[in-house]
Every structure is written in structure tokens, then in C-alpha cells.
């Protein structure tokens, strides 16, 4: 099974409204990153969160991570219909500097209304 | 810079047939994998490399081989492709391990195997 479950599968909301998404994982992390696709285009980065770390922001968007619950959450304030996307989360994983894997949950589907 | 790019974009196979996805990067990047992605099972690693010369398998190498000859190029081999292998392939880079910086993708190939 995957190490990122992402909940909910699909997201429709309103032009302005703020999304939230949310990632649960299984095991210890080194550290989660989100990831935003567009149709039939490749992953651009969005943030990365360290495993000591409980909040980030970056314009828009605000994760948290929780290590005790295991679950990561992304915020996207005053939804753009550009927001319109399928959003991964991943976690970092491994023991050996520079050898750490980065494994992927099967993805939120955001549409934004205009 | 260019960042990372793939090609072909849309390959057509026969069931036994093999042929090489192309990967390159000119970002100086290190780190450099490969990915396939099915529907509702998001991103899964085939195989990655931390350098010239060095690989590694990840959660799905069977029927695939990879070689790390330059910093720049990371090819993937399909040696006697199958319907299973019909999926969408991502190449990405990064400067240093996943555990420590972003990872750039490349835009995908698209494969059909018949």
C-alpha cells in the first residue's frame, strides 16, 4: 500500500474559497513535500516541510505536519481557478545522506469553480 | 536552462519489443530518478541514481534497467516491454537526495504497449 494516502480524493470548490487536503503516511519521515500536477504535465514542487518542523507557509499555501498523527495538511487560501490541479503529497524516506527515497501518495483532485 | 527533459513524448509499443526512454538534466543535478504513474496510484519509484556511475532499484524495477554513464543523461531501458508497462513515465532530478532539496520533474512519456 502507499507510504501518502492523500483525503479527499476530489475537491470541487468556489472561486475564493480557501482548500484544504489532507496526507496520512505510515512510517517515519525525514521530511513531506507537496506537489502540484497539472493535466498531462510533470510535478512542480510546491514546499517541503522537515520532520522537525510543525508549519509552513509560502504565498498561498500552508502545510502542517504532525509526526505524532503521522499526517500532513495543505492549505490553499482564496482559491484561483489556475489552482485547478491534482496536488501529491510525498515523504522522504531512508537512513543514508543522499540516499534517502521519496515515495508519493495517490493524489487530491482540486477543481476550482469560477 | 532547459531543467529537465524527456523524450519521446508519446511511444507505441508491441507487446516484446524494447526501447529506451531518454532523460536529460542541465542542471548539474546529482540525483536523478525515474518514475512511472498509474491511474489512482500516484507516482512510483523504477529506479534512481545519486551519481555517475552508481544506481539503485526502487519500489518497481522489474523489467526495466537504467545506466548513469554522465552527470547530464539517465536513461531507462524497457528490455521486452508488456501491457503492464503501458503507463505514463517521469524522469526527475535533484542537486542533492530527496531528503534535502526539491526535485525537478521532467514533462513525461507517454507509453502504449499493445
Known amino acids: 500500500s502507499q507510504q501518502g494516502e492523500e483525503d479527499p480524493q476530489a475537491l470541487s470548490i468556489q472561486e475564493g474559497e480557501n482548500a484544504t487536503m489532507n496526507c496520512s503516511y505510515k512510517?517515519?519521515?525525514?521530511?513531506l513535500q507537496w506537489y502540484r500536477q497539472n493535466s498531462g504535465r510533470g510535478l512542480v514542487h510546491l514546499i517541503l516541510?522537515?520532520?522537525?518542523?510543525r508549519e509552513k507557509h509560502s504565498g498561498r499555501l500552508r502545510v502542517t505536519l504532525d509526526t505524532s498523527k503521522k499526517s500532513s495538511s495543505l492549505l490553499i487560501t482564496a482559491s484561483r481557478a489556475a489552482d485547478t490541479a491534482s496536488y501529491f503529497c510525498?515523504?522522504?524516506?531512508?537512513?543514508?545522506?543522499?540516499?534517502?527515497?521519496?515515495?508519493f501518495g495517490t493524489g487530491t483532485r482540486l477543481t476550482i469553480i469560477p | 536552462n532547459a531543467g529537465v527533459t524527456q523524450t519521446p513524448k508519446f511511444q507505441v509499443l508491441k507487446t516484446g519489443q524494447s526501447m529506451t526512454l531518454q532523460c536529460a538534466q542541465d542542471?548539474?543535478?546529482?540525483?536523478m530518478s525515474w518514475y512511472r504513474q498509474d491511474p489512482g496510484m500516484g507516482l512510483r519509484l523504477i529506479h534512481y541514481?545519486?551519481?555517475?556511475?552508481?544506481?539503485d532499484q526502487g519500489e518497481v524495477p522489474n523489467g526495466y534497467n537504467v545506466s548513469r554513464s554522465t552527470t547530464e543523461d539517465f536513461p531507462l531501458r524497457l528490455l521486452s516491454a508488456a501491457p503492464s508497462q503501458t503507463s505514463v513515465y517521469f524522469c526527475?532530478?535533484?542537486?542533492?537526495?530527496?531528503?534535502?532539496?526539491?526535485?525537478?520533474f521532467g514533462p513525461g512519456t507517454r507509453l502504449t504497449v499493445l
Open positions: 510525498a515523504t522522504a524516506t531512508g537512513s543514508n545522506f543522499g540516499n534517502e527515497k521519496l515515495t
Open positions: 526527475a532530478s535533484s542537486h542533492t537526495g530527496v531528503g534535502m532539496g526539491t526535485q525537478y
Open positions: 542542471m548539474n543535478h546529482e540525483y
Open positions: 512510517t517515519s519521515i525525514n521530511n
Open positions: 516541510i522537515r520532520s522537525n518542523e
Open positions: 541514481s545519486v551519481g555517475a556511475g552508481i544506481t
